[in-house]
């Protein structure tokens, strides 16, 4: 039987990651995501998608209207998403600074994330700035995950030692 932590005590204004739903949805934002690295304006958007699944902080999917699409370059990389479906990659590139398969997109997803298609999503954990609502976010931590913790979220998450069967 696989032990699952108790979720911490929610504060005004949060959600428990422990209260997402399994299988993962999707559900748009009209919080403000921003992400700045190097000094370049990557995103600004106020039109994101997130997703929620249980124990995870939210992901976010930005459309490609609101990114600097030209500090993106297709990587040959792809993955597979039991919920989405086939993610392909980006390279982020600003100036000299190019972090490999550091976004991500859907172009054809799952029926219930069809929402998405197109939209990126960033890894937070190797950019300089990655802000909700003006505040620094937290990368989910376990470097294979690309969620977002903000002020908005009480944990634990999944990717801390000894979540992997979460």
Request: proline share 11%; with cysteine; charged share 20%.
């Amino acid at each position: 039987m696989i032990s699952h932590p108790k979720p911490d005590p929610v504060g005004p204004g949060q959600e428990s990651v422990w209260d997402y739903p399994r299988p993962a949805i999707c559900e748009p934002t009209k919080r403000r995501v921003q992400i700045i690295h190097e000094g370049a304006k990557l995103v600004d958007s106020s039109s994101a998608w997130r997703t929620l699944e249980t124990s995870h902080p939210p992901t976010y999917y930005i459309p490609q209207a609101d990114i600097a699409m030209d500090h993106l370059c297709a990587n040959p990389r792809r993955t597979i998403c039991e919920w989405k479906g086939q993610a392909r990659y980006y390279d982020i590139v600003v100036d000299r600074d190019r972090i490999s398969a550091g976004a991500w997109s859907y172009a054809s997803p799952t029926p219930n994330f069809a929402n998405i298609r197109g939209y990126v999503a960033f890894y937070p954990d190797l950019l300089d700035q990655c802000l909700i609502d003006g505040e620094q976010i937290t990368p989910q931590p376990g470097q294979f995950y690309g969620g977002w913790i903000s002020q908005y979220e009480a944990g634990p998450f999944k990717g801390i030692p000894g979540s992997q069967f979460w």
